[in-house]
Structures are given as C-alpha cells and as structure tokens.
C-alpha cells in the first residue's frame, strides 16, 4: 500500500498563525550593549534622511497650500491659549522671584531688564517649543502613527501620492513658520505678567521698569530667540512625524511612538538650545 503524500507546510500567514513559531535566538548582552549603544546614531541618522526627504519635496509640484494653512491652525491658532496662559504665569512668577532676590542687594530696578533679556533669549522660545511639543507635537505623532497602522500612508502610495511631500513637509514648514510667532506671543503675555506683579504688587516704579527694559534689551536679543524658536520649531516636527511615520504594532505601537516623540522633542529642544547660544556667542563650545 503506497504512504500518503506529506502535505506541503502552509505558505499563507493566517494558516501560519496557529503553529509554534521557531524558536529565536535570543541577543546576547554584548548585542544589546551594541543596539543601545547605537540606537541614538540611527535614531538621528533616520531623522537627517527624513529632513533631507522634507527638502526635497519642499520645492517640487504640486505645492499643496491648503495643507499649509490647515497646518498652521493647527500648530499656530491653536496653541494660542496654551501658550498664552503659561507666559503669563511664568513672567509673573519670573518677577516676583527676581525682585526677591535683587531687593537684598538693592538692585531690584534692574528687573526689568532682566526679564526681558530672559523672555526674549531663552525662557519665551524653549518653553513654547515645550508648550508646542506638548499638544501640537503628540497630535502629530498619533495622527501619522494612527494612519500608518491603519495602511492610509500605503493608500497614498498606490495613489501616486509621496507621503512625505503630502504629510511631513507641511508640518515642518508650519513648525519653523508659527513656533516664532507663539514666541513673540508668549513674550508679550510673560512681560505684561512681569510688569502686573512688579509694578502693581511689589512697588517697582513702571517707568523705571520699562525704561530699564528698553535700554538693555536689543533686536540682537529678540532675533537669537526668534532663531531658536525657527529651530525648535522644524525639530518638533521631524521628530514627531518621523515617530508617527515610522510607527507599527497597533494602538499600542502608536503610543509608544507618541510617548517617544514627546521626550525625543524635549531632549532635542533643550541640547539645541545650548548649541544655538553657544554658536550665537561665540564661546562655551570645545576648541
């Protein structure tokens, strides 16, 4: 009596999907000591091939403008309140702090100075960046994320759609445009909280407030926090786009993806932050 064929291993992976899978090899501790060591490398060689992508596709038709503007709504417009709120705090405890101090050493006309100097170099670009990265950063990162697991950015493929010119670039050109605007906004909103509680609350003469403040603080001031901002801006955007559009595992892969965006935005903001003001000045750099 002649055996009966063996029957052949399934090929389709929904067959596949019930029998013991091979057992893997696991890594051992030099290879993970190795992809550790090497993880922040492709994680920024990875971002400089997306930005390198993004320009690209920035002077190429078709243009898209309507993206544009959707994009900066939703990063500039709505941020607004968000951004306004935290300058306003942050200047008027800013002030109370500063007058505390200088008052021990007699020099608390020199406030406003300060504050300026501070809104308009640092503390107004790096914490809306912050504020922007937290709301407008996180959304992007889930949106991309949600539209990769769901196979939309394979759609636009099939569709003769680049999905980095139709997804990415109008982000990062609404982060460079509208993080510099939010910054303007968050000084404004952080000196008028300086001066309410400086003036109003602690007894600092307004006139010598502002006075201080015009004569310390220069265009060279402001045009060093608008640069950082312009920075932070397209950084936020690589970021969260590259961890949306790279996302995979499902629901849980997208907030993975988005938990790893907001910390990649926050480290990069402030290490850039440090590079920028070392580059401007001139010092604080090896060599």
Not at 20 to 38: C, H, K, Q, S, T
Not at 90 to 103: P, T
Not at 244 to 249: D, H, I, K, Q, V
Request: a neutral charge; glycine letters at 12%; hydrophobic letters at 55%.
């Amino acid at each position: 009596m002649a055996e009966a064929p063996t029957a052949a291993p399934p090929t389709d992976p929904e067959q596949r999907a019930g029998q013991e899978p091979e057992e893997a090899i696991a890594p051992g501790p030099w290879e993970r000591a190795l992809d550790w060591a090497l993880a922040p490398f492709v994680e920024i060689g990875t971002l400089a091939q997306l930005a390198g992508e993004t320009l690209f596709w920035l002077v190429r038709r078709p243009f898209r403008g309507r993206l544009f503007i959707e994009q900066m709504e939703f990063i500039g417009v709505g941020s607004i309140f968000l951004v306004s709120l935290t300058g306003f705090f942050v200047g008027a405890v800013l002030g109370l702090q500063l007058v505390d101090g200088f008052r021990q050493f007699g020099a608390e006309n020199q406030v406003g100075a300060v504050v300026g100097m501070a809104m308009a170099r640092e503390i107004g670009p790096v914490f809306s960046a912050l504020m922007v990265t937290s709301r407008a950063g996180s959304a992007m990162t889930t949106e991309l994320g949600s539209m990769r697991v769901s196979d939309q950015i394979n759609a636009l493929i099939v569709m003769a759609v680049h999905p980095v010119q139709f997804l990415v670039v109008p982000r990062v050109v609404a982060g460079v445009v509208m993080v510099p605007v939010l910054t303007l906004m968050f000084n404004i909103v952080g000196l008028t909280g300086a001066y309410a509680v400086c003036t109003r609350m602690l007894g600092i003469d307004p006139g010598v407030f502002l006075g201080q403040m015009r004569w310390i603080v220069d265009w060279r001031d402001v045009r060093m926090g608008l640069v950082k901002a312009a920075v932070f801006g397209a950084a936020i955007a690589l970021i969260a786009c590259r961890q949306g559009f790279f996302a995979s595992g499902g629901a849980a892969g997208v907030g993975r993806a988005t938990n790893r965006a907001v910390v990649q935005s926050a480290i990069a903001i402030l290490a850039l932050d440090y590079l920028i003001t070392a580059l401007i000045l001139g010092q604080g750099l090896a060599g």
